[in-house]
């Protein structure tokens, strides 16, 4: 993904309600899907990851689906809540012989109470 | 189970100074990461160490920025000399081979400002 500098897409949701954040992948041979989630002033943390071969996975109140055909991954957010406030992550990787994760562009969450 | 620790957390110099930061990864991780964070920005990686071999760094800027990683545990970033632009967050991550996932461990990053 590209960057978009200074001016991070931005997502305000209602505390309880669920929130979707999209990111579009660049490269058609990456493998794995990974989401981070940046809280200010702190390292990148995993929240969930999917490979090439699935199309949804669910964890703990985050559900991850991805789209091959238009390079496209989601983040769904059930019954969002204030911690989930952050900046969000979709990173992709080639797995056979590259270890290299590649960032795109965060989204910023911001729940209203 | 102790985290990815950086230090220092905060760094303010001068342009033209040196700086260097360390990373000490989690206990038992072989590939170690140095990921360049601008503001507003998704980390971009510098450098990727697998034990004490540095297997990718095609990104690190090699005429001022240097790494190492000598006994495959601890690494240390480097600029010398640092420039107005390299004012950044610098994130360690790492992450092992013993298990097939993406995922990548990170630390809290080393945010540096350079005057």
């Known amino acids: 993904g590209e960057s978009v500098g200074l001016h991070l897409p931005t997502l305000s949701v209602q505390e309880g309600d669920n929130s979707i954040i999209n990111c579009a992948y660049s490269n058609s041979a990456s493998d794995y899907f990974i989401w981070y989630k940046q809280e200010s002033g702190k390292g990148p943390q995993f929240i969930i990851d999917i490979r090439s071969n699935m199309d949804k996975r669910q964890g703990q109140r985050v559900t991850v689906l991805l789209n091959k055909t238009v390079k496209h991954l989601s983040l769904q957010i059930a019954a969002t809540q204030p911690g989930d406030s952050a900046v969000y992550f979709c990173a992709e990787k080639v797995d056979f012989g590259n270890e290299k994760l590649t960032f795109g562009t965060g989204t910023r969450l911001t729940i209203i109470p | 189970e102790a985290g990815v620790v950086q230090s220092p957390r905060y760094k303010i110099i001068e342009k033209k100074q040196p700086v260097a930061f360390w990373c000490n990864p989690i206990s038992g991780h072989n590939t170690l990461y140095w990921y360049l964070q601008n503001l507003g920005q998704g980390p971009e990686l510098l450098i990727r160490?697998?034990?004490?071999?540095?297997?990718?760094d095609s990104q690190l800027p090699k005429d001022r920025f240097s790494a190492e990683r000598l006994k495959g545990v601890d690494s240390t970033l480097k600029i010398q000399p640092a420039e107005l632009g390299d004012s950044a967050v610098y994130l360690c991550?790492?992450?092992?081979?013993?298990?097939?996932?993406?995922?990548?461990?990170f630390g809290e990053g080393s945010r540096l400002t350079v005057l």
């Open positions: 991550a790492s992450s092992s081979n013993r298990v097939n996932t993406g995922e990548l461990f």
């Open positions: 160490y697998e034990n004490e071999e540095a297997v990718d």
